[in-house]
């Protein structure tokens, strides 16, 4: 059982977190989650993760409705549920499993989000693995950020590319693939119609 001081730490400690975040959305994602024993306490600091989860929200509703996606792990977040969990997580991972699961990724059997104008999405996680792919084989990204569908349209899909590929300007490309290979394992299955990653990594 934690003493009464190091409780106060730990309060402090996530408060401050939520408040430091402002509106970055992936530091946001990080301070709830951590945050979320605040649910528990009643008073001020519970009323600032409750703050910090409607903010977040309405940053996650801000970046859909400008042609973005948003990660299962974020919308539960926002939510004050838990994210769920993949089942391919490791306790480890291994940058040398890049070349393998990059090669395969685009081919899982990712869901499908309906934007304006009949265009469709994947989750924000094909996003981030693509990006990561990018980064750690070519560096930053210094190409024009697409604005027009070949059939006319926004171009949701070449803006979420290039959006999650800008994001990371200045990552190393080993540390680029070890993320990937980390989100790869760890994203939700909710984002797959199917999830064979087993069969890949097997």
């Given at each position: 059982m934690q003493s009464g001081n190091n409780m106060a730490s730990d309060i402090g400690g996530a408060v401050a977190a939520l408040q430091a975040a402002g509106e970055d959305i992936d530091a946001?994602?990080?301070?709830?989650?951590k945050a979320k024993f605040l649910d528990e306490i009643p008073g001020e600091d519970r009323q600032k993760l409750r703050a910090a989860r409607t903010k977040l929200r309405k940053l996650l509703a801000a970046r859909e409705a400008g042609g973005g996606t948003v990660s299962a792990g974020a919308a539960a977040a926002a939510a004050g549920v838990p994210a769920e969990k993949s089942p391919h997580m490791k306790t480890s991972y291994?940058?040398?499993?890049?070349?393998?699961?990059?090669?395969v990724y685009e081919g899982l059997k990712w869901r499908m989000i309906s934007k304006p104008?009949?265009?469709?999405?994947?989750?924000?996680?094909?996003?981030?693995?693509?990006?990561?792919?990018?980064?750690?084989?070519?560096?930053?990204?210094?190409?024009?950020?697409?604005?027009?569908?070949?059939?006319?349209g926004l171009d949701f899909e070449g803006r979420a590319r290039w959006?999650?590929?800008?994001?990371?300007?200045?990552?190393?490309?080993?540390?680029?693939?070890?993320?990937?290979?980390?989100?790869?394992?760890?994203?939700?299955?909710?984002?797959?119609?199917?999830?064979?990653r087993g069969g890949v990594t097997a």
């Open positions: 946001l994602i990080t301070a709830v989650g291994d940058a040398v499993e890049f070349d393998t699961l990059a090669d104008g009949g265009a469709t999405v994947k989750p924000d996680d094909f996003y981030r693995l693509y990006a990561l792919q990018q980064q750690a084989s070519q560096g930053d990204n210094t190409t024009e950020r697409p604005m027009w569908a070949e059939k006319g959006d999650a590929w800008a994001a990371l300007k200045g990552l190393a490309s080993e540390e680029a693939k070890l993320r990937f290979v980390k989100l790869f394992y760890e994203f939700p299955p909710s984002a797959l119609y199917s999830d064979t």
